[in-house]
C-alpha cells in the first residue's frame, strides 16, 4: 500500500503508517465525549504533533466545509447522528490522509441522513490522489461508489465497476 | 496529547469526583492515622525534650525508659562529674506526687525537681509567670494542660495554691510543656523542694543530667561514663528512641494503629483503584478510535499515568489539606477550649498580656477595665474585639492590639519608623508572639505565612492610650 508492506510493518511503524495515511470513519462515531467537534476533528493533527489552536483552527475550517460551522463549539452529546458522523468524517480527512476507511458509516443513521453523509463522503473524501473504502451493509448506498467489492466469510468474491458486471470473480 | 487525556478524566465529572475523593478520604485516613501515632510515640519522650541544656541522660543501668527510674545514689553525681568530657552534671528528680486543689480536684502529677543552683531543665516555653520564680519557697511551674485539668473552666492565673503531701504550693509559672504520655499534669520545681512533695526515701536521685565539654562528642561521654561509674548513659536522641522503642515493643499501640493504618492502605487503594480501572475501561473504545487514528501505544499509555497521577495529585493533596485542617481545627479548639480570658502581669511588672476567647464571654461585662501594678489595659469581655495598649520600648513601637478569639491583630512601627504593620497574631506569648500575616498600612493585599516569631519588649506605662 502506498509503496510499503503495510502488513509487515512492525507495531510502531505500522501505526505511523497509519496517522499518515489513513483515515477512519467509525460506524458508532467514537467521538471524545469532553471534546467539541473542533478538538475531535482536530486530534489527528495534535496526534502529529501540531500545536493545538493551529490544529483546531483547520478543522474548524474543515468543519465549515462540511456544513458545521454553527456546531463548531458543541460537545458531541449535543450533537445530532448526522451531525456527529460529519465531525467523524471531519476528523478523518483533516491530515489529508490518502485513503479513507469508512466502517458502516451510515449504520447508525437514518436513510435521508445516510444520503447526506454519504454525499459528502463522495464529495470531500474522493480526491485524485486520494481514495475512500467504505464498508457497508447498507446497499442503498451502493450507487455512490465507483468499485464495488462483494465480500462473504472475509473474501472478495466479485468486484463490479460502476453498477456494471463484475471485473473479477 | 496532555489536554486530550486531562479533558477525558475530567469529561465526566461524577466519576472524576468520585476518584479525587476517594483518595483523598483514604490520604485523610492514612495521615490522620500515622500523624497521631507519630504524635503518641513523640509523647513518650516529651520529658526529655523538653530539657534542652543538657545533652546525656545517667541513670540506672536497668532504666528501660522515662517512666522507670531506680533512684541514684547522691554519690553517683559527684562520680559522673568526675569522667573526662563532662562539662557539668546536675541532680533531676521525677516523681508521681498527687497535686490537690483548694475545691478538692485532685491528679496524679508528674513531678520533676530541678537543680536547686542552676534549675536545668525548666520550662523554656512559658504561658504565663517566669520560671525564675522557681527559686521563691514552695513554688512550681505547673504546665497548662494540667493547670486546666485541676482547674477547669477557670482563667489561668498566677499564684494560686495547691496541696501536694501536706505541702502548700504556690503555683509561679504556667508553661506550655510538651504533653507527656499518660496526659498527667507536669509540674517543674526545685530539686530540694520536689523530694519533699513526693516523701523521703532512702535514695531520690531519678537522673543525672550531663551537658558534655565542648568539642568532646556527647557519645564518647556516655561511653566513659558507663566505664567509668557503671551507670547507663544515653544521649538525648538515644533516650528518647529508647522510650519509643520501648513502647513499640511492649504496648499495643503498633498493633491497633498498624492495622488501622493497613486496613485504611489497602481499602484506598482497592476503591481508587477499581474506580480508575473502571474509568479507563470505560474509555477503552476511545482509546482505540485514538490508536486507529495513529496515537502510538506509548502515548496512550502516557495519557492513563498523567490521568492517574493528576487524580491522584490532587486527591492526595486535598486529603493532606483535611488532614491540616482536622488537627488545625482539633488544636484551635482545645486552645480555644483551654484559654480563658487572662489578664496578667508577669513578676516585674513589664508585661501585660491579653487574651479573648467568647466562652466566658457573658460572664463579665463588655469592656471591663482592668488596672493593677503600673499597666492598664481595658478587657472587652463581651463577643467584641479587646483593645489594650502597650507601649513597648526600643524601635518597634507596637502601638495597639486588637485581639480576637485565637488570633490578635495589632500595629506596629517598622524599625525605620513611619511604616505600619498590621499584624495577624497566630499565638501570644509572655513577651512575645508569632505572627503568620502582616500588611502595610495602606495596603490591601495580605502577606501571608509566618513572618516573625519575635519577642517584643513590652514597657511599663502607657504612652497615648487609645480608646477601644
Known sequence: ?169 | MNFVALRMLTGDRAKYLGLIFAIAFCTFLLENQTSIFASILKRTGSQIIDVTDADVWVMDRKTEYFEQTKALKDTDLTRVRGVNGVDWAVKLFKGYPVARTRAGKFASCILLGLDDATLTGAPRKMLLGSWQRLREPDSIVIDNAGYILLFPGEPLELDRELEMNDHRVKIVGISDASAPFLSNPVIHTRYSEAVNFVGHERTELSYVLVRSQPGVNAEEVCRRIEAQTGLRARTTDQFLWDCIVYYLKNTGIPVNFGITITIALIVGTVVAGQTFYLFTLENLKQFGALKAIGVTNWRLTGMVLLQAFAVGLMGFGLGTGMSAAFFEATLRNSYARNHSDVAERDADRRLHLVRCHNRQSSEYPARDRVRGGDSVSRVNRARKPIHCDFVPRGTQALRRWHARPGIARCRLRGPAGGTYLHCWAERLWQDHALIRDHRVAGSKRRRGGIVREQRWPFASQPADPVSP
Open chain 1, 1 to 169: 500500500m502506498f509503496g510499503s508492506n503495510a502488513g509487515r510493518l512492525p507495531a510502531n511503524q505500522r501505526i505511523l503508517f497509519r496517522r499518515e495515511n489513513i483515515g477512519f470513519v467509525f460506524q458508532q462515531f467514537n467521538l471524545l465525549p469532553a471534546l467539541t467537534a473542533a478538538e475531535n476533528a482536530a486530534v489527528p493533527l495534535i496526534a502529529a504533533g501540531m500545536k493545538r489552536t493551529e490544529a483546531v483552527d483547520r478543522a474548524k475550517a474543515l468543519l465549515d466545509q462540511l456544513g458545521l460551522n454553527g456546531r463548531r463549539d458543541a460537545l458531541p452529546a449535543t450533537l445530532s447522528g448526522g451531525e456527529q458522523q460529519r465531525v467523524a468524517i471531519a476528523r478523518a480527512l483533516v491530515h489529508e490522509p490518502r485513503l479513507v476507511v469508512c466502517d458502516e458509516p451510515t449504520a447508525a443513521l437514518d436513510h435521508a441522513t445516510g444520503d447526506a453523509v454519504m454525499k459528502l463522503v463522495a464529495a470531500n473524501a474522493v480526491h485524485p490522489d486520494r481514495a475512500a473504502v467504505v464498508v457497508t451493509h447498507d446497499s442503498r448506498v451502493f450507487h455512490f461508489a465507483d468499485v464495488i467489492a462483494h465480500m462473504d466469510d472475509g473474501r472478495i468474491v466479485k468486484t463490479e465497476r460502476n453498477g456494471k458486471r463484475e471485473i473479477q470473480s
